[in-house]
């Protein structure tokens, strides 16, 4: 499995972008499509994960009811809908996945379950 993340760049403080992770590869064995941030001086911090053919959905507090990730019909192309954003909410972006079922309950919210990273498309949102 290959990621590529895109749809990074500069905004306005309250205005949108939309990123999009691309799976390439075996994308059939993909559990779980995550998304992490890291911003310069911090630890990464969990942003939003899916199961890959749908269902449950989680988000990190910062980013509860602002941001929504989907997946694009059926292809391979997960997408991070960010609105209202804030001035805290740069950061690198990275998408990552699970590449298979884990045996254990998944944890979204921790960089440890996930295989795959891609490289980070940056994001800056000026006050």
């Known amino acids: 499995v290959q990621l590529q993340a895109s749809g990074g760049g500069w905004v306005q403080t309250g205005g949108s972008l939309n990123l999009a992770c691309t799976v390439a590869?075996?994308?059939?064995?993909?559990?779980?499509v995550g998304w992490f941030r890291q911003a310069p001086g911090k630890e990464r911090e969990f942003v939003a994960a899916m199961r890959w053919n749908g269902g449950r959905t989680d988000y990190g507090d910062p980013v509860k009811g602002r941001f929504t990730i989907s997946r694009i019909a059926v292809g391979s192309t997960v997408s991070l809908q960010m609105n209202t954003l804030k001035p805290e909410d740069t950061a690198v972006y990275y998408c990552?996945?699970?590449?298979?079922?884990?045996?254990?309950?998944?944890?979204?919210?921790?960089?440890?379950?996930?295989?795959?990273w891609g490289q980070g498309t940056q994001v800056t949102v000026s006050s």
């Open positions: 990552a996945t699970r590449n298979e079922r884990p045996w254990t309950p998944f944890r979204a919210e921790q960089s440890s379950s996930y295989n795959t």
């Open positions: 590869g075996r994308s059939d064995d993909v559990y779980a």
